[in-house]
C-alpha cells in the first residue's frame, strides 16, 4: 500500500507570496493533519481534516488556511508568506478520525519551504 | 497550555544496551501516545503507540503508560547503532484529533 504523498517536496518563495503545498492520504484514510516543524518550536499541529470538514485547528494565524476534497487529498495555503513561515510542512493521514484507539498518524515525507 | 515534555539529549549509549526514553504529558484528558523515530532530514516514523496503562512489547521496542503520573517511556533493548535517531513522544489532544509533541530526544547508539 502506498504510503502518504506530499508536493512539491521543496520549495522557495519570496516574502509577501503564498504557497499552496498538497498531500495524498494513505488509500483509505480519511482523516489528514498538517504539521509545521522548525528546529526552535518541534512540530506543532496547524489543522485536521475529517471527510472534507475541518475539525481542529492549532494557534496559528489564519494567514493558514486549507480543505480537503472529497478523494480525502487535502491542501494547505499560506497567504503573505513571512521569513518565519520557513519550515518544514508534514502531513499525516489516519484510518479513523476520533478520539480513542485507532488513531495512529502516519507521515508523509514533508515539503521543505524557505521564504527568502 | 497543553504540553509533553522530554529530555532533549543527546542520549548516548553503546551499542548492545537499553535506551530508556522518558516523556510526561500534561493534558490528563489525553488518551492516546505515540513514539515517533525520526531520522535527520526525514519525517517522523511511528513506531509505537500505547492506549493502556501498562507496557506493550514490539520486537525490540517496550512502551510504558503511567496515566496516573501521567508518564510514558520507550525502551529500547539491544540498541543498534541504526537506532541513533531523534525520538519525538505524541499525546493525543482531549478531542483526540490532533497530535501534541514533545521536541524530543536525540539517541546515539556507539558501536
Known amino acids: 500500500k502506498a504510503g502518504v504523498t506530499q508536493t512539491p517536496r521543496y520549495l522557495i518563495k519570496t516574502r509577501g507570496q503564498q504557497v499552496t503545498l498538497s498531500c495524498s492520504p494513505i488509500s483509505g484514510h480519511r482523516s489528514v493533519s498538517w504539521y509545521q516543524q522548525t528546529p526552535g518550536q518541534g512540530l506543532q499541529f496547524l489543522f485536521e481534516y475529517f471527510s472534507e470538514t475541518q475539525r481542529n485547528k492549532g494557534n496559528f494565524p489564519g494567514r493558514f488556511s486549507g480543505r480537503q476534497f472529497s478523494n480525502s487529498r487535502s491542501e494547505m495555503n499560506v497567504s503573505t508568506l513571512e521569513l518565519g513561515d520557513s519550515a518544514l510542512y508534514l502531513c499525516a493521514s489516519s484510518l479513523v478520525g476520533l478520539a480513542g484507539p485507532s488513531y495512529e498518524q502516519y507521515f508523509g515525507p514533508g515539503t521543505r519551504l524557505t521564504v527568502t | 497550555q497543553k504540553e509533553v515534555e522530554q529530555n532533549s539529549g543527546p542520549l548516548s549509549v553503546p551499542e548492545g544496551a537499553i535506551a530508556s526514553l522518558n516523556c510526561t504529558y500534561s493534558d490528563r484528558g489525553s488518551q492516546s501516545f505515540f513514539w515517533y523515530r525520526q531520522y535527520s532530514g526525514k519525517s517522523p516514523e511511528l513506531i509505537m503507540f500505547?492506549?493502556?496503562?501498562g507496557d506493550k512489547e514490539d520486537g525490540r521496542f517496550t512502551a510504558q503508560l503511567n496515566k496516573a503520573s501521567q508518564y510514558v517511556s520507550l525502551l529500547i533493548r539491544d540498541s543498534q547503532p541504526s537506532d541513533s535517531a531523534t525520538y519525538l513522544c505524541a499525546a493525543s489532544s482531549q478531542a483526540g484529533t490532533a497530535l501534541i509533541f514533545g521536541k524530543g530526544t536525540t539517541l546515539s547508539v556507539s558501536s
Open positions: 500505547i492506549y493502556s496503562n
